[in-house]
Nanobody, 112 residues
Framework: VQLQASGGGLVQAGGSLRLSCATSGIRLSRSSMGWYRQAPEKRREWVATIAADGDTHYVDSVRGRFTISRDTTKNTVYLQMHSLKPEDTATYFC???????WGQGTLVTVSS
């Protein structure tokens, strides 16, 4: 069972990125999955969750700009990010909510 995040990079403020979390050994239709982020010298914070039933939830700071989704045929969870801001700069991690399983992070840098 593992998670592999990708898609990070450098983008200008106002730009977009799509992060992917490729999973193996996880049935996404029966698992809640989340995206978290950690900015330098800050605590890791929750960003978004997609529940097993497909329901989605977002932290207030990204609601309306970010969209979490999944493709069960590709075993992949996505985080589409629009209108990026410098304060979105962080390493982004995907996670199976329960039992907890973290993937490695992918760095997103938003320049002003």
């Amino acid at each position: 069972v593992q998670l592999q995040a990708s898609g990070g990079g450098l983008v200008q403020a106002g730009g977009s990125l799509r992060l992917s979390c490729a999973t193996s050994g996880i049935r996404l239709s029966r698992s809640s999955m989340g995206w978290y982020r950690q900015a330098p010298e800050k605590r890791r914070e929750w960003v978004a969750t997609i529940a097993a039933d497909g329901d989605t939830h977002y932290v207030d700071s990204v609601r309306g700009r970010f969209t979490i989704s999944r493709d069960t045929t590709k075993n992949t969870v996505y985080l589409q990010m629009h209108s990026l801001k410098p304060e979105d700069t962080a390493t982004y991690f995907c996670k199976r909510v329960f039992p907890p399983l973290w993937g490695q992070g992918t760095l997103v840098t938003v320049s002003s």
